[in-house]
């Protein structure tokens, strides 16, 4: 079974310093991640996606993660935090069963940015 | 624009009434999800359906009916044996293909609550 493990349910920092989210995953085969974004009352939009090659990974509004095979993690960063980047995080791990894909998502991280 | 839409926002309902969510989608994907979403749980699958006129329960199906006549629309009843509905509800789609690599787009979702 696949598991996603997101350690921190509240995050916060001051405007222009590192963003830091982290996940862990657990799977028996090769995993594919995401990263999501929630902003309050809306779904869910993805930020970036690791399937398979360079494990640097680069999404939209400068976040980027970093697949470690060794540590089973994919943190997400971003190098200057913004007002604009308060939200609520969701890593999820893929799995194909055959028939269908399905994800599995962590229980999310609410990122504060103060002044 | 291409998307999906969730209709609607908010729903209110009386204990012992079932509900029907609407959730319809034009990016031409063959899958079709849907998620229940509770304070500090993360996105737990209710139901999903890989192709017209055939469906899977997820991780939470006890209580949840759904249809899936058209490619483009994928309604979910949450009928009076959901013990606890009240909650945020969100539709996905994606595309289908084998390795579970495919992103999937979410609605804005449907706020329930009961009475």
């Known amino acids: 079974a696949q598991s996603v493990t997101q350690l921190g349910s509240h995050v916060s920092v001051s405007e222009g310093a590192l963003v830091l989210l982290r996940c862990n995953y657990s799977?028996?085969?090769?995993?594919?991640l995401f990263w999501y974004v929630q902003y309050p009352n809306q779904g869910l939009q993805l930020l970036l996606k690791?399937?398979?090659?360079?494990?640097l990974v680069k999404g939209i509004n400068g976040f980027e993660a970093e697949f470690k095979k060794s540590e089973t993690s994919f943190h997400l960063t971003k190098p200057s935090a913004h007002m604009s980047d308060a939200a609520e995080y969701f890593c999820?791990?893929?799995?194909?069963?055959?028939?269908?894909?399905?994800?599995?998502f962590g229980t999310g991280t609410r990122l504060q940015v103060t002044l | 624009d291409g998307g999906i839409t969730q209709s609607p926002k908010y729903l209110f309902r009386k204990e012992g009434q079932n509900v029907t969510l609407s959730c319809e989608q034009n990016?031409?994907?063959?899958?079709m999800y849907w998620y229940r979403q509770d304070p500090g749980q993360g996105l737990r699958l209710i139901y999903y359906?890989?192709?017209?006129?055939?469906?899977q329960k997820g991780d939470i199906a006890e209580g949840y009916s759904v249809s899936r006549e058209k490619k483009e629309s994928f309604p979910l009843t949450v009928t009076s044996a959901q013990k606890n509905p009240t909650a945020f509800y969100l539709c996905?789609?994606?595309?289908?293909?084998?390795?579970?690599?495919?992103?999937?787009?979410f609605g804005p979702g449907t706020r329930l609550t009961v009475l």
């Open positions: 996905a789609s994606s595309t289908q293909g084998q390795g579970g690599y495919n992103e999937q787009f």
């Open positions: 799977s028996s085969v090769p995993p594919y």
């Open positions: 690791y399937t398979t090659g360079a494990t």
């Open positions: 999820a791990v893929s799995r194909y069963t055959g028939t269908a894909s399905k994800l599995t």
């Open positions: 990016l031409n994907h063959d899958a």
């Open positions: 359906s890989q192709i017209v006129n055939d469906f």
